[in-house]
């Protein structure tokens, strides 16, 4: 097999090995949590779509939740789908790693700030979630704060009438490159600009988010990741 992009990686010998070699390289990480900070009502806890489903990607979905008692967006990423060797499991954890790593390295206004992330392993039992509703399939909590108003592809609420008006819509879009323009001058493109990537606050906030595929560029200044 391939060897590892990175070292701290090299240890992944399979699905169980993912978690826990995330730990490891992240405990140190003051924003890294215990899986028990995160709560979850128990229609969360399902299967397919809910009330507290905010919405869903291609490794997992983005529900509310609450961290330490308060109102939170949750994005739960799946490890199982995306491995089916040790390559693909030091891959993987490599990818998530990757999405932390930039989302903690970023700060700006029109991009969606990460609150703090959790692993929970197969066995974790959790406010909210069944024994065996882990089983198997290991996950990343990625823990932000909830966008009410929806996305650009779906807004919620006064965002409806708002984006009617074309000023309002390239506000957004005006806002949107901002956070881009800053990804690019600090070395990180984020290569997965759409819609539902947008969100939207409760006033006039406006955050790009979903880093998963944020990838390093060569710049005059270099990059903020390795």
Not at 83 to 107: K, N, P, Q, T, Y
Not at 122 to 146: F, H, K, Y
Not at 202 to 222: M, N, Q
């Amino acid at each position: 097999a391939p060897p590892p992009m990175c070292p701290w990686s090299a240890s992944i010998q399979g699905l169980d090995d993912a978690v826990p070699a995330l730990v490891r390289h992240f405990q140190a990480q003051p924003k890294y949590v215990a899986p028990t900070a995160v709560s979850f009502s128990a229609a969360a806890g399902g299967a397919g779509a809910s009330a507290d489903e905010l919405g869903a990607g291609g490794f997992g979905a983005v529900f509310r939740g609450k961290f330490r008692s308060l109102p939170h967006a949750v994005k739960r990423i799946k490890v199982a789908p995306i491995v089916s060797s040790a390559h693909d499991a030091r891959l993987a954890a490599e990818m998530i790693a990757r999405e932390i790593e930039v989302s903690l390295a970023l700060a700006h206004v029109s991009l969606m700030p990460l609150t703090a992330f959790a692993f929970a392993e197969q066995d974790a039992v959790v406010s909210g979630l069944g024994e065996d509703e882990l089983s198997g399939s290991p996950e990343v909590w990625l823990i932000m704060t909830e966008a009410v108003g929806g996305t650009l592809e779906k807004p919620k609420g006064p965002w409806q009438e708002r984006l009617r008006d074309v000023s309002a819509r390239v506000d957004v879009l005006a806002k949107v490159a901002e956070a881009l323009v800053f990804m690019h001058a600090s070395g990180v493109a984020h290569l997965d600009l759409k819609p539902p990537n947008i969100l939207l606050g409760a006033g006039s906030e406006v955050w790009l988010a979903d880093l998963g595929l944020a990838s390093p560029v060569r710049t005059a200044a270099g990059s903020v990741l390795p």
